[in-house]
């Protein structure tokens, strides 16, 4: 797909725009006045036909499965794997940059895995017309390390995340919302006497989320690890150019509505201390050093807030620190649409 298709004012499209994260991208997309051209809005059946206002335009949302894609030049997706995998082929064959949020294309060493402040170079070369959006854990840690690894090589990672239930999409919070309800009056009358909650049965996860964390995120696969924590690991891999690195993650999902967190313990091939550490994430794109970073403190906001920095006295060269980001803005939204600026500037300058 060359980049001398991608217009200045490119005709935009959403896949999945009646969605948390859809909602997010239109919201962006006004916010940072993305130079859109044309903006068509799809999603399911049961979605198409309703009116969704941009920009003071009234846009009928499409069926994304019988939609004519045609004329468009740059589309984002976030209706789930299964149908990026049906639909984003698709629409990259009618002529438009696919940008994917879903974990379909990820692996595809034909697909940029990009990170829009860390490894933007990736799309100079998009065979299939498609980047891959990384997992919005991932996302967070992404624009820490890179910085980092470019001052004292990346040797090993170790993580365990904090999840916010809106990574489980509108279905992750209702759940969420449901248990709080049942059980706060009984959490109130038992905190002190020790006896079990009775909860909704769980319906997202292995086990209810309220008042809980839940150390089973999604499926089992290699090793016993899950897919969110094996995505950890081969996205960390490609984002960051290491192809070997050694990744432990154990994923957890936490009774907060937004906001991911990672505890990170990092080895380098190189001392580097907590302070330069500090000085180095002080000056890097898309980061906020701060005290005490916290979901409450990231919601909303477009860099994601590390803090807690302080050496790992455990592993050679080691560092361990805490890291927090908002998983529908950075984590999905925001990096998708920036993705699409650095398209643009890309075929700006191509032209020059």
């Not at 991208?25 to 059946?45: H, Q, Y």
């Not at 070369?125 to 891959?132: H, M, N, S, T, Y």
């Not at 924590?229 to 994923?251: A, Q, Y």
């Not at 805490?322 to 300058?349: C, H, I, P, S, T």
Request: charged content about 25%.
């Amino acid at each position: 797909m060359s980049l001398r298709s991608m217009p200045s004012r490119p005709n935009v499209g959403i896949v999945g725009a009646t969605g948390l994260v859809g909602e997010m991208m239109r919201k962006i997309l006004a916010d940072r006045d993305f130079p859109v051209g044309e903006l068509r809005l799809f999603a399911s059946a049961r979605s198409a036909g309703k009116t969704i206002i941009w920009k003071d335009k009234e846009i009928i949302v499409e069926d994304a499965a019988t939609a004519d894609y045609s004329g468009l030049n740059l589309v984002f997706f976030s209706a789930g794997g299964s149908t990026s995998k049906a639909l984003a082929p698709k629409v990259a064959a009618a002529g438009a940059i696919v940008v994917d949020n879903s974990s379909a294309f990820r692996s595809d060493p034909e697909c940029p895995l990009v990170v829009a402040e860390v490894n933007p170079h990736a799309l100079k070369e998009i065979p299939k017309g498609i980047v891959a959006n990384p997992n919005c854990t991932t996302m967070a840690a992404m624009p820490v390390l890179k910085p980092l690894h470019a001052a004292a090589g990346l040797k090993r990672l170790v993580a365990s995340t904090y999840q916010a239930v809106s990574g489980g999409g509108v279905a992750g919070n209702e759940e969420l919302e449901e248990q709080i309800q049942a059980g706060s009056a009984d959490c109130i009358k038992l905190a002190d006497s020790g006896d079990a909650v009775d909860l909704p049965a769980p319906k997202k996860w292995a086990v209810p989320i309220a008042y809980n964390v839940v150390p089973l995120n999604y499926v089992l696969g290699e090793d016993d690890y899950t897919e969110e924590e094996l995505k950890m690991r081969d996205e960390s891999r490609r984002i960051l150019e290491i192809p070997n690195l050694p990744v432990s993650g154990t994923c957890v999902r936490v009774p907060v509505f937004t906001g991911h967190a990672l505890s990170i313990n990092a080895e380098f091939d190189r001392p580097i201390s907590a302070e330069e550490a500090t000085r180095i994430l002080e000056q890097a794109e898309g980061v906020v050093v701060t005290k005490v970073p916290n979901p409450l403190e990231a919601t909303g906001k477009d860099p994601v807030f590390v803090g807690r920095i302080r050496p790992d006295r455990s592993a050679e060269n080691g560092l361990a620190l805490f890291v927090v980001g908002d998983n529908l803005r950075k984590g999905a939204a925001l990096n998708a649409v920036q993705v699409g600026e650095v398209l643009v500037d890309m075929y700006a300058e191509a032209l020059a």
